[in-house]
């Protein structure tokens, strides 16, 4: 194509457009530039231009059609340079705004936002204008909310005419560095355990002027999110007592009076409705396109009544709002209320930030005076990528060729036509993974987040898009809490180009941490721009927590409607769960698209009853296994124990979660290695935890599994013949306990994953159809699944289920895991401190733990070695191997033996030296730090410190080795072949 580029760039912005542009074009004239250049390159130039630009870079770039024809390409900077063609103004004229000049130093009538001496007025106008323009940029057809983000955006700071926060922004020593947190004060003997936070006061004042002095609009819920957004839009500060003395609105209203006992309230209302008097005037002077939210009169007092009111004790805004219900359905409603509460906050925390950098005059001069919002806006939005080039070159490979890939476009096109979000289902093995990247060329992506439920499937995925027939030449980058790398495995990402990749794969844990903590809360934008994939979703639904926080990401990107660009991705997609929680407008009976198996193969399911309490030869589990095998149970300890018993008459290989950092890498590529397509069958047996049975490419010829749920049940069994490649039938064995009930053994493990009761209905669902019909093809057991979730007994045993997990869910919210807290500390000794794990986690409470090892030569033969899992290595720089336990197994009392934590707290001062025992919750709490880990047993020679033998807990949790590998974390009870 030939384009034409033409600047107007202006000071140094115009030296360094010029040097990028005349290395790509030829200049025509002082200020254009005009060649023949390709899609990609012209790409290139954007980016390039994008990484320099700055208030004075404005750059527009126009398609020579025609001899009598160009078109506008793109803008890149100031777009007030430029009409909405890209033609360049002649003659213009503004409107001067009246406001006050600023300067370096406080001035005695001004209040200030920051110590960069943003006139608080401005501030609360820019932050507003410019959080409603970037909701409106992703949700253009609700402009109601778009006009309730902007008054949240006006009043987020109000509260900073707190006159001790004024004291202390004026003071000449305060740093003007604004951190991700923003500015607050931060004097010696100042303590927010005894004041309250600018965003505090800020709701209050909402509240108290709310329907008197401010003209507000719609219904009480859109107020509420207002009032989310105005408190939330900074983590609560870690106080001694919680929140006692913080939890109302009476409660901050009478800590601000006892703070100021010379200051008459009516002062600060008088000082608020000037402030917000002077918002106004900018709004209308800036004669922006926006209707007028503040009334033109206002009431320079407010009832007493109203303020006595207070006494009521109303409760500040929670970061989550849920209760449990008596139907599924009725859970939508506080999903969609809480998805609102993400968006708005969102909106005003990246306006804010983006706000708070500039200094005052330039906020004043170069952005509001000549309206120059849209740049900033741009730094918000996804920039162009190649990605869809590397895309269309994958589809042309040799091996996305035939029928089955004509059927793959037939469905990647029907995905795109869906009214929001794309849900597309499909046995394993059928390719949907070519599918969505298909469906992400049709939409013209930028930028794919692709989400996973564990880290493992991460794994799978990353090194699936690298290879040569997908996506070798891509920015593919693997993001979650352990691995962080970009085109290779090992290549590390630099901190500065986290999520920058053309695809992200990561974990809901990354996702989420936009929603529930505050340094990250602005990259949620991001996840709005993106087209996103929410990859093996199912596994979210009975996960405490996850299934809600879930539910709120597909509302908030189903508000986007058509330019939802969310699909969600899986074999067995839970059609009572979608129905229920994905709110109105959604029917899995026709927003479902599916993609048809091509693999031939014929299956026979067979349940296998035995004894679970027998470790021998005819307890599946513990029979020796030959051929191409995968033995899959519910949890890691069956699959190591099985291993233990049969290491010498089996070629077998063990992968599970309970493996320090590097053996889990090691051992996850052996395992793909030896068993993927093609592989190289070092090993004629895998015994595993669940960790492998979803989206990890690979493939046995027989599968034993522990009974699980239906959705569990059919990803396990994708891993059986994956590539219908035998002729012979595959046998899937399921193992149920003689005894299967809810309170012992897999039953009762079933129960605390809320599915007991929804595995027992797929049993007895299919037995039933197993007498009549066998052997199977993957197109009638995926019937069987649909009629499954369609058949009324079935469905009220999965809904019940459902329940209880979304009860645990609102539990675990309740406890307030998830709201963002600000801890405050010696920054220097922070900076040199490794990654802790957060004090509020959903995936369960964990604590890093050491570990002494063990060799196992046998259940019963064990020897203990005088070495420990892994060491800490001297560098800080250096990540240390370890792992982690939960805190539950660490505080558990065993038949009549104190716990792990309290056993090791009278001994570990002997060992490492300390002069008195060590307290419970000081261990507990100081395990969040990598570098002081529990030990949960000790080597022999520690032990020597503390009573030899006497000092080994008989529940002592060893890291256990043999001949071929390790074989993870397990106590000494777990190795024996009876249990007392």
């Not at 080994?952 to 993870?968: F, L, M, S, T, V």
């Amino acid at each position: 194509m030939m384009v034409t580029f033409v600047s107007q760039c202006q000071k140094k912005a115009l030296a360094r457009t010029r040097r990028v542009l005349d290395a790509f074009a030829n200049r025509i004239g002082d200020n254009t530039w005009q060649t023949v250049i390709t899609e990609e390159g012209l790409i290139a130039v954007k980016t390039l231009l994008r990484k320099t630009a700055t208030k004075n870079t404005a750059v527009a770039c126009h398609w020579i059609r025609s001899r009598s024809r160009s078109e506008l390409v793109w803008i890149v900077g100031n777009r007030n340079q430029f009409n909405h063609s890209g033609i360049v103004p002649v003659n213009t004229t503004s409107k001067e705004l009246i406001m006050d000049i600023a300067t370096e130093k406080p001035q005695a009538n001004v209040l200030y936002a920051n110590t960069h001496l943003q006139p608080l007025a401005e501030h609360l106008f820019a932050v507003g204008y410019l959080a409603m323009r970037i909701h409106q940029t992703f949700f253009p057809e609700n402009p109601s909310h778009s006009h309730a983000v902007f008054i949240a955006g006006c009043l987020h700071d109000l509260g900073k005419i707190d006159p001790q926060f004024q004291s202390w922004v004026r003071d000449p020593k305060r740093k003007d560095y604004i951190p991700e947190d923003g500015q607050h004060i931060d004097a010696a003997k100042f303590s927010f355990d005894k004041h309250p936070r600018h965003n505090e006061i800020s709701v209050l004042l909402y509240e108290l002027l709310d329907d008197t002095s401010i003209k507000l609009f719609g219904d009480r819920e859109i107020k509420d999110v207002i009032r989310h957004a105005i408190y939330w839009h900074h983590a609560k500060p870690f106080r001694k007592d919680k929140d006692k003395g913080f939890s109302t609105y009476w409660d901050i209203y009478s800590k601000f009076i006892g703070n100021n006992p010379s200051l008459d309230f009516a002062q600060i209302i008088t000082r608020a409705l000037d402030t917000l008097s002077r918002v106004l005037k900018l709004e209308e002077q800036a004669a922006f396109d926006n209707k007028t939210s503040f009334s033109d009169s206002y009431q320079k007092t407010v009832d007493e009544d109203k303020v006595h009111n207070l006494k009521n004790g109303t409760p500040l805004p929670v970061f989550k709002r849920y209760e449990n219900k008596t139907k599924l359905s009725e859970y939508q409603e506080n999903i969609s209320f809480n998805a609102l509460n993400n968006i708005f906050r969102a909106c005003v925390i990246t306006a804010d930030r983006l706000i708070s950098r500039l200094p005052a005059k330039e906020l004043i001069e170069d952005y509001i005076k000549k309206q120059s919002f849209d740049f900033l806006i741009d730094q918000c939005l996804l920039p162009d990528s190649n990605l869809i080039s590397h895309i269309e070159q994958c589809l042309k490979h040799p091996s996305f060729s035939g029928e089955r890939s004509a059927k793959q476009s037939e469905i990647a096109q029907q995905l795109t036509e869906c009214r929001d979000i794309a849900v597309l289902a499909g046995p394993a093995g059928c390719g949907k993974t070519k599918i969505a990247l298909e469906w992400a060329k049709l939409k013209n992506a930028q930028q794919i987040i692709w989400v996973c439920p564990r880290v493992q499937i991460c794994q799978g995925l990353f090194d699936e898009l690298i290879l040569e027939h997908y996506l070798p030449n891509a920015n593919i980058e693997i993001f979650t809490g352990e691995y962080k790398y970009t085109k290779e495995w090992g290549k590390q990402t630099s901190d500065d180009a986290y999520f920058r990749g053309d695809i992200v794969i990561t974990t809901m844990d990354q996702v989420l941490n936009n929603i529930i903590t505050h340094t990250k809360a602005d990259s949620l934008i991001s996840f709005l721009d993106a087209h996103v994939v929410f990859d093996e979703y199912h596994e979210y639904i009975n996960m405490p927590a996850f299934n809600l926080f879930f539910a709120e990401l597909v509302h908030g990107k189903r508000l986007k409607a058509s330019h939802a660009n969310t699909l969600l991705v899986s074999a067995t997609p839970h059609y009572c769960f979608i129905d229920n929680l994905f709110g109105d407008g959604f029917d899995s009976r026709f927003d479902v698209v599916e993609m048809q198996s091509f693999n031939p193969s014929q299956y026979q399911i067979e349940f296998f009853p035995y004894d679970e309490d027998k470790i021998d030869d005819n307890n599946p589990f513990f029979a020796p296994r030959s051929g191409n095998t995968f033995v899959i149970s519910n949890t890691a300890l069956k699959a190591q124990q099985g291993f233990i018993v049969n290491q010498h008459r089996e070629n077998a290989v063990l992968y599970h979660s309970k493996f320090i950092k590097s053996d889990k890498q090691k051992w996850f590529e052996a395992v793909y290695d030896s068993f993927k397509k093609d592989g190289t069958k070092t090993y004629d047996v895998l015994r595993s935890g669940p960790i492998v049975q979803a989206s990890l490419n690979i493939t046995c010829n027989e599968m034993i599994s522990d009974i699980c749920t239906a959705e569990d049940c059919l990803q396990r069994l994708g891993r059986l013949d994956r590539f219908g490649e035998n002729a012979s039938i595959n046998r899937y064995l399921i193992a149920i306990p003689n005894s299967f009930k809810g309170t012992n053994g897999v039953g009762k493990f079933l129960s605390s994953m809320n599915s007991f009761a929804s595995t027992r209905a797929w049993r007895d669902f299919l037995e039933a159809k197993l007498k009549h019909e066998k052997p199977l093809r993957l197109p009638q057991i995926y019937a069987f699944y649909r009629e499954f979730h369609n058949n009324e007994a079935a469905k009220k045993e999965i809904e019940n289920d459902l329940l209880k997990a979304m009860q645990k869910s609102v539990g675990l919210i309740d406890d307030k895991v998830t709201d963002p807290i600000r801890l405050f500390h010696n920054k220097k000794e922070a900076a040199n401190k490794r990654g802790k794990i957060s004090k509020n986690s959903l995936r369960g409470d964990n604590r890093f733990v050491q570990l002494a090892v063990c060799t196992v030569s046998g259940l019963d033969q064990y020897q203990f070695e005088n070495r420990y899992a892994y060491q800490i290595p001297i560098s800080e720089n250096e990540p240390i191997d370890n792992i982690t336990e939960k805190k539950a197994i660490i505080e558990r009392d065993g038949k009549g033996q104190e716990s792990l934590l309290v056993h090791m707290a009278k001994k570990h001062h002997q060992i490492m030296g300390g002069k008195a025992p060590y307290k419970n919750y000081m261990l507990i709490n100081e395990a969040r730090d990598p570098e002081n880990p529990i030990y949960l047993s000790y080597t022999t020679e520690d032990l020597d410190k503390a009573g030899r033998e006497a000092g080994r807990h008989p529940w002592a949790i060893y890291y256990a080795e043999c001949d071929k590998q390790p074989i993870g974390a397990i106590s000494i009870k777990e190795l024996t072949s009876t249990e007392d």
